[in-house]
């Protein structure tokens, strides 16, 4: 998690002196600081001792493990850690991968919530910015190509500078070789697709998966004629979607224009 490199560069310790610290292999080590594992409780307690934290990182842990990930998306984000191409229709919001942290954190604390909870929030946020990292990650990023409602550009952030930050966040991420970013237009009318979004993933044994979610429930899917059918869904709105040259132009219009 970001947090971890945050607290090694303050420790001024290079990944080898702490592989020798905390006596975990340094690759393992950095696959933490890079999002791609949780790791375990005792990972946790021994680089609290290691960064004197406290119980700092266990509390994270325990958070992670236990409020971060609910039941129904668990399945689907082991799924999604080791997806060699994703594919998403995302309406309403900009996806999760995608979100600038001003963006997350505008969207996660508009629900409602008790002071209790910020500590929760602090943690999903954190979480969610370290899973970015599997898109720059130099061992097999996956590719992610994202269909974007144009309903996500209508709800902008209060802060307009914020939000010219989340669409100029969009513009560069899709200059990565394995990131394309399409968006569908409103004048496009009707689909099958209008009712969630739907994320599907070709994994490294060759199988395939789907993530339909709404508002406030997900299902993951794995048999396979459910996640043909739902393919076919998605190959129909990204027909219909502008290309991707056409879409980043789209997006640099909405910041002119602003």
């Keep these: 998690m970001n947090e971890l490199a945050t607290l090694r ?3 001024k310790l290079s990944l080898g002196e702490l592989s020798e610290r905390a006596r975990y292999d340094r690759s393992y080590l950095n696959r933490l600081e890079r999002g791609e594992r949780i ?15 406290g119980r700092g990182l266990q509390n994270l842990w325990a958070l992670a493990k236990d409020d971060i990930h609910p039941t129904r998306n668990q399945r689907y984000m082991e799924l999604e850690d080791v997806a060699r191409i994703i594919h998403k229709y995302v309406q309403q919001v900009i996806p999760g991968l995608l979100q600038t942290e001003e963006y997350t954190r505008e969207l996660m604390w508009s629900a409602p919530h008790r002071p209790a909870e910020e500590e929760i929030l602090e943690a999903r946020l ?3 910015m370290s899973r970015q990292q599997m898109l720059r990650r130099e061992d097999h990023p996956p590719y992610l190509r994202v269909v974007l ?5 209508g709800r902008r952030l209060k802060d307009g500078d ?7 966040r969009l513009l560069d991420d899709a200059q990565l070789p394995n990131i394309t970013v399409q968006v569908l237009p409103l004048s496009t009318g009707l689909h099958n697709l209008m009712a969630g979004s739907l994320s599907l993933l070709w994994l490294p044994d060759g199988t395939s998966a789907a993530y339909l979610e709404g ?23 990204s027909a219909r979607a502008l290309s991707p040259l056409d879409s980043l132009e789209f997006i640099r219009r909405l910041m002119k224009d602003r």
Excluded at 149 to 153: L, N, P, R, W
Excluded at 215 to 237: C, F, H, K, M, Q
């Design 9 to 11: 560069a303050e420790a």
């Design 39 to 53: 790791g375990d409780l005792e990972t946790a307690k021994r680089l609290d001792e290691v960064y004197g934290t």
């Design 126 to 128: 954190a979480l969610r």
């Design 149 to 153: 409602d144009e309903s996500a550009f």
């Design 162 to 168: 914020a939000w010219d930050r989340q669409l100029q």
């Design 215 to 237: 508002n406030r429930a997900g299902e993951t899917i794995e048999e396979p004629s459910d996640v043909e059918e739902l393919r076919v869904s998605y190959d129909e709105v």
